[in-house]
């Protein structure tokens, strides 16, 4: 149980004072938008799969003002949700046939929670989704777009979504008994460094079986190395998408306070550690990386295989993947980690099926 002084830290922390004018003004599209071009998936770096490009045409539709901001400024990032949510859809649809009961998906602060509204629609009552954020405009964008009933938003921080409001409120009923899928992404790095203190609130939500999904940004033991990525990050890609002034304005306003808050990949494992027998990395660009962690051997084999290849460009890419991070003895994960390979669209890619 996380006592009452980290949760009060975690009500003090700059997501929800410095950082809450930022997000209010970028999600309800008065500010921080991509002043130079929109980010629209690279799908031939998805191999022209056609999940991908379900996954991606569905999540497009639903985007709300902050959901073009964010792809903006993370390198590929956009193209790793739609790897990762397609991969995620199939491992819920799995989940429900084999129980009949609908599979649940968490996404933990990701703002206009575009992800879970994605995978409610294309469920159509198979997955129930559920998402939060403190950030008012973040809601109105949610509801404008909902896509389906089977989608839930929590207006407030992650904390606030203990036992006695599952309890309590009626909106969250149907996950009462947990989630297949917990999806964290870049939140954590926003209200402390106690990776630790925030897993252990978090984690007893996980059904048996299920997954944790994370992606985070990390900080690096050399200092030239995480700001030569920071370099590549806002001179190469960002600058396609917002103006000099723009990357300037926010490494000043939100990037510079939350760098303080980041951990390095050491301290991500040992806090995952206390909690998991299972982790791999599935994902870097830059300082950015995507974890699926498990108690469950089997769960973490079953969503790593309807995983695509990285859909990243190498020069952006620092890590060989995947690589297992956390793994036992007796049943080690690595012998049998391996990608899927696309289901390629035949008239939209025939000279590089031809190939």
């Known amino acids: ?14 997501r929800l004072t410095s950082f809450a004018a930022f997000f209010e003004r970028t999600a309800s599209g008065q500010g921080g938008a991509p002043d130079l071009a929109d980010p629209q998936p690279d799908m031939g770096l998805l191999d022209f799969d056609l999940e991908g490009a ?8 639903l985007w709300g003002p902050f959901d073009g901001h964010y792809f903006a400024s993370i390198p590929y990032r956009l193209e790793e949700e739609c790897r990762l949510g397609a991969a995620i859809y199939s491992f819920c649809l799995r989940t429900w046939a084999r129980s009949g009961s609908p599979s649940t998906i968490y996404t933990l602060g990701t703002g206009t929670g575009c992800l879970a509204r994605t995978l409610a629609a294309l469920g159509n009552g198979r997955i129930e989704a559920l998402c939060c954020s403190p950030t008012a405009a973040n809601r109105t964008s949610f509801f404008a777009k909902r896509g389906s009933d089977h989608a839930h938003f929590f207006q407030g921080p992650f904390f606030e979504l203990d036992d006695g409001r599952y309890a309590t409120d009626q909106d969250l009923r149907p996950f009462q008994g947990g989630f297949d899928v917990l999806f964290e992404d870049t939140t954590f790095q926003m209200y402390d460094r106690d990776r630790r203190a925030q897993l252990e609130f978090i984690c007893p939500r996980i059904r048996p079986g299920g997954l944790l999904v994370q992606v985070q940004k990390l900080s690096h033991p050399d200092p ?6 920071e370099r590549q990050k806002n001179e190469i890609f960002k600058s396609r998408y917002f103006s000099a002034g723009h990357i300037s304005e926010k490494k000043d306003e939100v990037l510079d306070t939350m760098a303080e808050l980041q951990v390095d990949l050491s301290a991500t494992v040992a806090a995952l550690r206390s909690f998991f027998r299972y982790s791999v990395l599935t994902w870097n660009s830059g300082n950015f990386y995507t974890f699926v962690s498990s108690n469950s051997r089997a769960s973490v084999l079953e969503l790593t295989s309807m995983m695509l290849k990285p859909a990243i460009p190498p020069g952006y890419c620092y890590a060989q993947l995947p690589t297992v991070v956390i793994d036992t003895d007796a049943h080690p994960l690595a012998p049998s980690l ?5 289901t390629t669209m035949m008239l939209v890619a025939p000279k590089r099926l031809a190939a």
Not at 54 to 61: F, K, P, S
């Open 338 to 342: 391996a990608w899927r390979c696309p």
């Open 54 to 61: 379900v996954l991606a045409d569905t999540h497009r539709r």
């Open 224 to 229: 030239q190395i995480y700001h030569e990525r």
């Open 1 to 14: 149980m996380v006592d009452r002084e980290v949760i009060e830290r975690w009500r003090n922390a700059p």
